[in-house]
């Protein structure tokens, strides 16, 4: 019944989630959710969708929600699917930590700008990491980062999701740890040392 999610037209997998590129729609993907616990994960992203919808944000550097369908594989999510100039699906960060094909120069000015842009729109993360930001290459040698997984507030008092001093001071925090995790991830790599410090 609904979507049939084609298993050789998977973007990537998560903890929990298994994304597939739309059947119908290029610029799509859908999001399906490992376990049956029916979109636990994504409920709660939806929420701050929500909230960012209300609040009139820019999405520029935000992946896209498109409501839910029912597919093959259960209940699934639909997001923007970002694109690099040339067609390809855009690769995640982490993608290209490994790859170090892309200048830390470059990757430190386009992080640099997804920063400015979470916190001049105070978008509330659970967590940053680099499988969950997409570096999408506007042309050969300039990009974006697009956010495509991480929405919400785990934090025991939410005031980050009403003020804009708490969303600062919860962005930074979580900056630092994102800082912190692309050291110990990817040890005695050359490009994120010199990221490090751009950042
Ligand atoms: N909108 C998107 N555009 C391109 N690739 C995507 C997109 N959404 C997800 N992916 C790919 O699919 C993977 C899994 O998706 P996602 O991060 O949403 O799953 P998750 O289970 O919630 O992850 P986590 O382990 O971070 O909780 C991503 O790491 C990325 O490689
Ligand atoms: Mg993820």
Redesign the pocket.
């Known amino acids: 019944m609904g979507l049939k999610l084609d298993r050789s037209r998977i ?9 597939f590129q739309h059947p119908f729609e290029k610029s799509r ?1 859908v ?1 399906v959710e ?1 376990r049956d616990y029916f979109l636990k ?1 994504t409920r709660e992203e939806i929420k701050y969708y929500k909230l960012f919808q209300k609040r009139g944000i820019s999405w520029d550097m935000l ?1 896209r929600f498109h409501g839910i369908v029912k597919t093959d594989l259960g209940e699934g999510a639909v ?4 694109h690099d100039y040339d067609g390809e ?4 960060l ?1 993608y290209y930590l490994d790859a170090q094909s892309i200048p830390a120069g470059e990757l430190g000015r386009a992080l640099r700008a997804f920063k400015d842009y979470m916190m001049q729109e105070r978008i509330v993360v659970r ?1 940053l ?1 680099a ?2 930001l ?1 570096y999408q290459r506007n042309s050969s040698s300039l990009g974006k980062i ?1 956010l ?3 929405l919400g507030n785990n934090e025991f008092f939410p005031f980050a999701n009403y003020s804009r001093l708490f969303a600062w001071r919860m962005l930074q925090k979580k900056w630092l740890k994102f800082k912190g995790s692309i050291l110990k991830d990817y040890p005695g790599n050359a490009l994120t040392k010199d990221l490090i410090s751009l950042l």
């Open positions: 973007i990537g997998r998560g903890s929990s989630r298994r994304c993907c999001k490992k994960i992946a997001f923007d699917m970002p699906i855009s690769r995640t982490d967590e990491k499988d969950n997409v697009v495509i997984d991480g």
